[in-house]
């Protein structure tokens, strides 16, 4: 899955873009709406984005899994492995688990980079869309909107798990 996000300056132009999205098979539980009146995403018939959305503790998360695994890797190596291969996998296991969680909770605090970009538009009543597409068709996605609308802020990030 791909995220693409949609930075719109009008709350009728949401309900027009998550229409053309549906139309576009994207269900309405992969559309996360974040702005400063939530009363559009029931207009809209779309989920508000929750602190998964707007954070980036997934992304800080993955992060910390990551170092915390090398760190065990280190562990191991500099006790001389000492350790049974087991208990070289259980203290891997133990220091990503632990980095990831340690990661995560700061990452909660951490607005997510996109988000942070247009943390001022959507104050002064912006409205951004989160929509989660797959990989494949991402560009078609990313073509019909911007065809249709021209004044909204397209970006995209990374590939994820879903």
């Known amino acids: ?33 974040i702005a400063k ?11 508000k984005a929750s602190e998964f959305y707007t954070t980036d503790a997934w992304h800080m998360g993955i ?10 890797a280190g562990i191991f190596l500099l006790t001389g492995m000492a350790f049974e291969p087991i208990t070289f996998l259980r203290i891997i296991l133990l220091c ?13 605090g ?3 980079s996109h988000v942070e970009e247009h943390a001022g538009d959507i104050e002064k009543g912006a409205v951004m869309l989160l929509v989660d597409t797959p990989k494949r068709r ?23 798990l879903s």
Do not use: W
């Open 1 to 33: 899955m791909s995220r693409i996000y949609l930075t719109i300056p009008d709350d009728r132009t949401v309900i027009d873009v998550v229409e053309e999205l549906k139309q576009l098979d994207i269900d309405e539980e992969h559309i996360h709406v």
């Open 96 to 108: 990503a688990a632990l980095g990831g969680l340690a990661c995560m909770l700061i990452g909660v």
């Open 138 to 160: 991402e560009n078609k996605t990313v073509k019909r909107i911007f065809d249709e609308h021209p004044e909204i802020v397209i970006e995209r990030s990374g590939v994820f």
């Open 37 to 47: 009146d939530a009363s559009i995403a029931r207009k809209a018939h779309i989920h």
């Open 63 to 72: 992060q910390g899994l990551a170092v915390g695994a090398l760190l065990g």
């Open 110 to 112: 951490r607005n997510e």
